[in-house]
């Protein structure tokens, strides 16, 4: 089974700045199979990237994903009141295992 | 539409069995795999497993091989989710999602998200 780990596992930033988050594979994955999803409290999941660099519908551009082999990354530029939340890697190649997650929290 | 529809939560005590449900509408059910996603409140999300409900192809994650059926009822758009024997650590909300992409070899995340069924298990 892949596992995807994410760093840092909390981010403190401001309103306005700019965060970078990270997803490491255990073993090299297409990168046409990383997507990163978004999670607000009691809320479900929801789909930011697939194919480690394309924004799924209606996403805006502060969201952009890189990334190959086993690095990836989530970047967020120009961070929203609405953009603090847990922010989860997936790998869907195949099988399917998520990151543990990283939290961007109001700084 | 696309929509997923969950079961209500569920209080269960160790050892009972349970069947959480995912009705589905909107869209060719067969033809589209449907995954399970445990997350323990205020944890991170873990796959459970995929079915491929037109021939029911199902793929456990290796933490829950043994551990849970995952089965579907093409007649009703159904997906379910089966336990025979709870246990506390099962406490957890399970969230039923489709993937995108119709047919069998499509290997793409997941776009719609049931609203998730709590599952608490306790003496």
């Known amino acids: 089974e892949i596992v995807l780990t994410q760093s840092p596992g909390t981010l403190s930033v401001s309103p306005g700045e700019r965060a970078t988050l990270f997803c490491r594979a255990s073993q090299t994955i297409n990168s046409i199979h990383l997507a990163w999803y978004q999670q607000k409290p009691g809320q479900t999941p929801r789909l930011l990237i697939y194919g480690a660099s394309s924004r799924a519908s209606g996403i805006p551009d502060r969201f952009s994903g890189s990334g190959s082999g086993t690095d990836f990354t989530l970047t967020i530029t120009r961070l929203e009141p609405e953009d603090f939340a847990v922010y989860y890697c997936q790998q869907y190649g195949g099988s399917v295992t998520f990151g543990q997650g990283t939290k961007i929290e109001i700084k | 539409e696309v929509q997923l529809v969950q079961s209500g939560a569920e209080v269960k005590k160790p050892g009972e069995s349970l069947k959480i449900s995912c009705k589905t509408s909107g869209y060719s059910f067969s033809h589209f795999w449907i995954g399970w996603v445990r997350q323990v409140p205020g944890k991170g999300l873990e796959s459970v497993g995929l079915i491929y409900p037109a021939d029911s192809d199902v793929r456990y994650s290796p933490s829950f091989q043994g551990q849970v059926t995952i089965s579907a009822d093409t007649s009703i758009d159904t997906a379910y989710l089966h336990w025979s024997s709870l246990t506390a650590s099962d406490t957890a909300i399970y969230y039923c999602?489709?993937?995108w992409g119709i047919g069998k070899v499509s290997q793409n995340p997941y776009d719609f998200w049931g609203l998730g069924t709590l599952v608490t298990v306790s003496s």
């Open positions: 999602a489709r993937r």
